[in-house]
């Protein structure tokens, strides 16, 4: 049996709050059999970043959106077998809390057929992974904490 292969991403839950109801950025790729997978913008890092440097430039690229770091919201890790050559691998994300301050979904690179602003209800119907969906619940904690505290 081959080695398990160890990877690490990291990621952005970036939200907003409008007229008193958060939102978040989902991201969707065409799949298989007109099927859309939604996800939340991630990626590895390049020589030299931090985690932290990472999921900036990952969200910036996957989403078009200036983002800043506002909170650690957690990791998730999962197993999958490599596109080409079938390797076993076990990735561990890692996400951060993240809010907008310029930028524009149109600009969001070739990664991702949509981003999109959804409301919270609606990015956690629309999440393809469970583990995802766990992130977000995990960020809207957050953010009503810090809405209680100030």
Request: glycine share 10%; charged share 25%; proline share 3%.
């Amino acid at each position: 049996m081959a080695d398990v292969i160890e990877m690490e991403s990291m990621g952005g839950v970036v939200a907003r709050t409008r007229g008193g109801d958060v939102e978040f950025v989902v991201c969707g790729f065409d799949a298989q059999q007109g099927n859309v997978v939604w996800g939340l913008p991630k990626g590895t890092p390049e020589d030299g970043e931090t985690r932290e440097q990472t999921a900036l430039r990952e969200v910036n690229e996957e989403t078009g959106l200036q983002v800043r770091i506002d909170d650690f919201v957690g990791s998730i890790d999962y197993c999958f077998a490599r596109f080409d050559d079938g390797a076993p691998c076990h990735k561990v994300v890692h996400f951060y809390l993240m809010s907008a301050y310029g930028g524009d979904l149109s600009l969001h690179d070739h990664e991702f057929d949509y981003v999109r602003w959804l409301p919270a209800p609606e990015a956690l119907r629309t999440l393809t992974h469970d583990n995802e969906v766990r992130v977000v619940k995990n960020a809207l904690q957050l953010i009503s904490k810090k809405a209680r505290t100030g």
